[in-house]
Nanobody
Framework: QVQLVESGGGLVQPGGSLRLSCSAS????????MSWYRRAAGKEREWVAT????????NYADSVKGRFTTSRDNAMNTVYLQMNSLKPEDTAVYYC??????????WGQGTQVTVSS
C-alpha cells in the first residue's frame, strides 16, 4: 500500500523557516520523481518544486526560487522541503506527490503551513 505522510508544518512568523518532510512507503522511492505542491485557501493548487530520481534534477517555481530547497534521502525514503524567508503568501496546505516510472501518481494528505505575525 502506497503511503506518503507529510510532517513539519505549523505557524511561523514572516521571515522564519520551516522544514517539511514527506515519508514514503509501499513503492520504490529511489526511482520515483517527487514533487511538492501547495494550495492556499480559495486558490488553485500550485506546483512548488520537483526533484527527480537519482541523480536528482531539481526545479522550483519562480515564487519560491532562492527561498525553498528540496532534497531527498533515498535511504530514508524521505523528501524534504526547506522553506526560508517565509512570507504570508506562502500560507497554504503543502502536499507531496510521488510519480512512479509507470506514470502512477500518489499524493500525501498535506500539512498546513501558516505564515503570520
Amino acid at each position: 500500500q502506497v503511503q506518503l505522510v507529510e510532517s513539519g508544518g505549523g505557524l511561523v512568523q514572516p521571515g522564519g523557516s520551516l522544514r517539511l518532510s514527506c515519508s514514503a512507503s509501499g513503492f520504490i522511492f529511489s526511482s520515483s520523481t517527487m514533487s511538492w505542491y501547495r494550495r492556499a485557501a480559495g486558490k488553485e493548487r500550485e506546483w512548488v518544486a520537483t526533484i527527480t530520481r537519482v541523480p536528482g534534477f531539481i526545479n522550483y517555481a519562480d515564487s519560491v526560487k532562492g527561498r525553498f530547497t528540496t532534497s531527498r534521502d533515498n535511504a530514508m525514503n524521505t523528501v524534504y522541503l526547506q522553506m526560508n524567508s517565509l512570507k504570508p503568501e506562502d500560507t497554504a496546505v503543502y502536499y507531496c506527490q510521488a510519480r512512479r516510472v509507470s506514470g502512477d501518481i500518489y499524493w500525501g494528505q498535506g500539512t498546513q503551513v501558516t505564515v503570520s505575525s
